[in-house]
Structure formats: structure tokens, C-alpha cells
């Protein structure tokens, strides 16, 4: 089973060289810590910047300097700023290649909920709907299961919508899964983890061929 | 060139009434109009719709009319960090409309360049875009989103001239571009107001035309949200 | 009757103190000849600059620095540049205050053909269609009959037309005409031309009312 | 940071075949994409669609693809000053789709921003809306008009850097920044191209996200079309 820095490291491995890439709040952003630094990357925040680097060293935070998730950052070389529309404009032309964030809920066609939970409070979207409905490659990154031990992959979200029929590829504590048409397709379980836990963890369509490998982190 | 300065931030906003509608620019506490939110709080203008990406901290930024009840409806993508504003809206005080937060942008962005509506795939078949028109092109759904009319837009800038030309720095250019000119007035605050001819007409983010009054903004305490530090090697 | 120059030193004067203003190719460009120095304007050229000024001293030519008609210019202090859809953006939004063009023919509705004459040669409409399209304040520069001795102020348009219903004022080497809901509104004779001269210069329908004074240059 | 470069022009153009669609930046000669036209010149790309606000004058700028037979269909918006055009024009050898320049530029900028189409008002009531879908919004009426569709884009920056980072000089930026990242791959060519970090990120005009391969052009003539001064004083 992987804990949070494990689920990010594992994501960290479907970033592949020259991959412009969106980071969410929470387990997303740890993703940049684990990403091989033989290649070539760039993250984008949709507050504007393009090249985003590190927290700074302390004592050179800059309020003119942050992230959506409004942390203090820094500009590698070869950053850029720009306005929300133009951000906006990246994410809806598809030049991101690639959208990591978490969610409540995934169902097997695609289907997201990360946004609201009816009677509670609504913090909002931000930018996550215009993200997943635009990103061609969107990965979810979330424990398998809620507080309550439910499953959080489902046939159908309870909750609602992020966005529909958009994310590729879940990765959580238990597993690795693709989402095909036909619904959750198994792609690596978690080390220790057996395709029974995993099946018992999935209230939405498992789809399991042949062996399953535990994945290499 | 047309002279676009105004002395003080009691003149930028003159006209400024009750049930006005507002566009101010920044994102969460980064590159907000804190001149003219002080100003609108101080002459206590009330009944007001906010279209602003956040809604500020409890003791900052917009969050400063919401403690003393100005604000009338929320138009943002993200309304956390703030426990009055939750207060205010569970108890039905206050009115919001959430937006993605691209769509806010972009419906700032044609209000200013004079298209009535865009097509937008963000909040397809989610309740964002119940009641709304959609349509298909190329196999993909969007949401026709209408642009938005404002009375004024409230915008910062890190530097300004005379003729109302604009530059931003980082991460604070973010929704103040997209909304100059996008309100029948617009009002630039800025930390550094010099004389025309001394910005280089090639770096200017937004072209003096989209601003009605500019002016040299006093006292700001640019806030950090979340101030994330790493360790010196 | 006027000349060119006279043309443009008449349309000078519907040139008000902080306008900004977008000068058509010919007549209108001579306008910025004859505009009050005591009065705030500035010049925008739709490929990209605001705050035009004058043609360079010999010498001081930038081929990166031209007007719409393609000659080479100067910018102002405070000046910018900016790309093409920016600067459509601020037509279209309705930024520009005055738009001075010239025509083939306008109808007494307040329609505009300046583009194209089927079977000749056609060069295409550049920016004029978007700039009738949306500016509230268009003025148009152009002799009150063509060559050939006919009237280009019309009932309705013969050629293809640029915009419809949006001219608001004429200027021509005869008079000064304000389009409003009935025809064409004779506001000012140029010196030493009778209302029966622009009468029968006039094929829309001429609304004549009191007396009409000649124009001040 | 995503390296962008490339050694020359024939490696920017690389995959560039007989009748695709390009566009191309410049307005009139002014900051045309020169390297790129003289390679497709050079390599007898045939049956070209063209983008393209202007189409060049006889012997420069998209003039040369003209000599050559090499463009099947003109997309622009004003396309005199050209005698080998208007023959092409007149005999029907050439397709020409006039589009109002503001259009014009919208349709990339749409095309780079994921939009699927917009409403813009120029052009309705003329022949150039004729069979589009039309429409009203409070009161006035617009014209639907789908974003391009491009193969190439090809674009001409003053300075950039190896991340594709670039900036544009005076009037010479034009359709350049609308139509980067407006086609499958867009190709910059520039004046000085320095190495990452050189350039201020806050004055980049467009960001290299919007752009796939940039190179070092050569030998720029930079032709002047009219060439106006005044009388020393």
C-alpha cells in the first residue's frame, strides 16, 4: 500500500520528457519532487506562470510570486508570465500535456467529482472544470477509498461533476488503472497489494487481464 | 496622448453607488486593487456584485466589505479561506455564483474585446452549465457563456504612465489584464505611476486605452497567503 | 467646394478632446494634419499601435514600424504595440471613439460599400468591415459624386457592401451630412455651394430643414 | 525547462508536405517569417493554403510562393500591391477566401486558445456572411466563424530563447503572436535567440508552450513597402 509521497511518486513516472504539466492541490503538487531530472519538464500554474520552480529560500518570498494554490514559488530560466485568459487559453488549446489532481470520486466511464459536497461548504471549482474539460490527459491522483472505507471508484459519481468522461489514468494507495471504455482496467497494484483487496476496494468495473505486476516505483 | 491620472483614490472612483456591479482583479490575495477596496469600505458602498476570481482572507482584501456586509453577490471559481464569507452564505446574506475559473477569465476577456459570448467546453455536463445553451463542434460539447457587464473593474499594476498604459509583474498580472476595459469604467491603481515616454511601448501589458483613471496607489501591504519556504543548502 | 485637405480640415474638427481615433487609408489620413494641438487624441493603426505619430525624419525609418497603409511612422510617448487581435479587440469592444474612412458609396440608411466592385479587381476589405461593424462613431471622407458625375450618396447601395447601418456622418467636397432614421440630413454647405447643388448631387433622400450654414474651417 | 531549437531552417520545417495548410505571420512586409518563405520556395512545397493577412508584393514575402504556382488558395484579408496575384486571381488559377482582418485574427487567436468558434459582428449584413450562421445578441447581430485549422504555423519573433519564449518589436508583432500555437506545430524564426533565462519572463509575449521548434533566421532583408518621411526641420 502507498502512502501520499508514494501515489506521487508513482504519477511521477507517467510525466515523459518535453511534458508541459498542470499540478493540483495536495498530493499533485508533491508529484514535482520525484520527476527524473534527466528530462525535460515544465510546470504550469493557471495563475499564470509557465516554469514554475521551488518554494524559495526563505527570506526571498515574493507576493508577486505564487502558485494557484497560492504558496510562494520561484521562476526557473526560460519561465513566463501571463493573464488568467491566456493560462486559461494554454489549458483549453491542449498545449498542457498533462493534468494531475485529486478527486472524490471517479466512475468508470470517466466521470469525475472533486469539487462539492451538496449540504456542506462549496469552496468552488477554481480551475479544475476547465482543466479535465480540456486536458487529453488527465491523471487522478487519491486514496482508493474514503474516510469511511467507501470505495471511491464507482459506477457512477454520487457527487457532482468535475467533468465527463475525461480522466485516462487513476493512480491510488492500492493501484494502477487506466480508464478504457469498458470501465476500471487494472494496470499494477500497489506493492503488497493483492487483486482481491483492490476488487474489494472498486464498487465501479473492474477489469482484470491476466496478471497483474505490482508496480516499480 | 490622453491623459488618464487622477490624484487620489477618492477621485478614481468617483460614481461609484449602491447596487453597482464591480470587477476586481488579482488571485487570492496577489495583485488586488487594496487602494480601492480600502476606499470602497471606507465610503461604505453596499449592495455590491463582485465578479473576482476569490473572495479574500477573513481581515483582507475583499474580505474587508464582507465583514461590514457591502457585498451583495460573489461571482468567483474559488471562495475558501474565508469564514465569514461561509457564514454569510450558508445563512443566505450573501448571494454567490460559482464560475471555472477559466470562463471567469474569459468572459472578462470578451466583455473587453467586444465578443457577446464564447463557447467554452469547462462545466459541460455539470451543473455549471444547467439552463445554459450548449452545443456540439467537432464531436466535443461547450457551454455558450455570455459576457459579463460591469460598471467598474478595480485593477492593480506594478507600473503605469500617464497615458493609463500598464505593466504587471508575476504572478499579480493573473485577472487584472483581462479586465481592463471590460467595465464602463475602469480604474488603475499602480506602485509606480511615471511620466508617458518612459515605458518601453513594446513592453506594455495593456494598452492605455482599456483604463479610464489611473493612480498612484499608497501604503501596500501585499499579503502572503501561504508563505512556503525551503531550507537554505 | 473643398478639396481633399479641405475635406479633412472639416472632419478635423468632429475630433474631440480625448479620442481615440482610427484613420482610414486617403482622405483620413490627411486628418491628422488638421487636428487642434490643444486637444488630447490618440491614433490607432489596427496593425498594432496606439499613440501614432508623424512620418520619421529621413533616416530614421524602422521596418518594424509602419501604419496600416504600410507606410513607416513614429510612436508618440505613450505609445504601445500590441498584436492584430488585441487591437481588433479594442474595435470591437468599442474602445476606438472615431473611425474616419472613405467610401464608394453610402445609402441614406446608413449603409457602406467600400471594398469591391464586381468584376473588377478586388484587393479585399483589411480591417474596414470590422471597423463598421463596430464603431459607434464613423465618419466617412469622400467626394459626393464619382467621376463619372453620379451621386455616392444613394437610396440604397449598388456595390457589395462593407457594413450596414452605420455610417453617422459624411463629409464631402459639397456638404456636411449627418445619417439619421430619415435620409441623409444636410448640416453645413462647403463654401460657395448651394442646397441645390448638393440636391442634385444627392440621389437618398435629402432632408433639408432651415436654413443650412456654410461650414467654418 | 523544454528545449525548443533547432539548428536551421530546413530542420523547422521538417515534415512540411504538398498541400497543407499554413499560416503565416507578417502584416504587409513587416515581420514576415522570411527564413521560412524562402525555404518553401526552395523546396517547391506545392498547392499551399495560406493564412495570411497579406500575400506579400511580386518579388517578396508570399509573392515568391506565387511566382512559383506554389499556393493553391489565399486566406487573407487584403491582398493588393500584388500584379502576379491579380493574374493568378483573375484566371482562377488561384482560390482566394477574403475574411475581415479582425476575423482574421480572432479565428487563430481561437484556434490557439481551444475555442471552437466566435461571434463577431464584422462582416454581417455583407457578402462575407453569407451561408454562415448568424446571430443576436441584445440587439445587435453577429456572425459565427469556426476557428482555423492549420498544419503550420509560421512566425517571425524579434528575440527568443531556447525554451521558444518570444518577444515581438513595434509593429512587427501584427498576426505573429495569434497564430502561435494556433496550428499542429508552429515554427519561429528570430532576429537574436539567446539562451533561457536571458529574457525578463515577464516581457515575454508568447510563451513557449505555444511554440515548437525555434531557430536563428538569417540575412533578414526587411523590406520597406512605402517608404514615407518628412522634410528634416
Redesign the interface.
Known sequence: MLDKNGIAQRIAKEVKD???VNLGIGIPTLVANFVRDDI???F????????MG????????????????????T??????????????????????DLTILGAMEVAENG?IANWKIPGK??????????LV??AENIIVAMMHTNKAGDSKLLKKCSL??????CVTKIVTNLAVIEVVEEGFKLLERAPGVSVEEIQKATEGKLIVEGDIPEMIL | MIKKTVNNVQEAIEGVQDGMTFMLGG?????IPENAIAELVQQNIRDITCIS?NAGVDDFGLGLLLQKKQIKKMI?????ENAEF?RQ??SEELE?E?T???????K??AAQQGFPAIY?????????SMGKETREFEGKMYVLEEAYKADFAFVKA?KGDEAGNLI???????????MCGAAKITVAEVEELVPAGELDPNQI?IPGIFVQRIFQGKNYE???????????N
Chains 1, 3 share one sequence.
Open positions: 518535453g511534458y508541459y525535460e519538464v515544465e504550469q500554474s493557471e495563475n499564470g506562470i509557465l516554469g521551488p518554494f524559495p529560500v526563505e527570506g526571498e518570498e515574493d507576493a508577486d510570486l505564487i502558485n494557484a494554490g497560492k504558496q510562494t514559488i521562476a526557473l530560466p526560460g519561465a513566463s508570465f501571463f493573464d488568467s485568459a491566456t493560462s486559461f487559453g494554454m489549458i483549453r488549446g491542449k498545449h498542457v466521470d461548504m462549496v469552496k468552488g471549482m477554481g480551475g479544475a472544470m476547465d474539460a480540456s457532482p461533476l468535475t467533468g465527463v468522461g | 488571485f487570492g490575495l496577489c495583485g476570481n468567483s471559481s474559488y471562495v475558501g461561509e452564505m450558508l454567490v460559482l471555472p475559473q477559466g470562463t471567469l477569465a474569459a472578462c476577456q467554452t467546453p469547462a462545466g459541460y455536463g455539470t451543473e455549471v506594478w504587471f509583474k508575476g504572478t499579480a498580472r493573473n485577472f487584472n489584464p483581462c501589458h501585499k499579503r502572503i497567503e501561504q508563505r512556503t519556504v525551503k531550507a537554505k
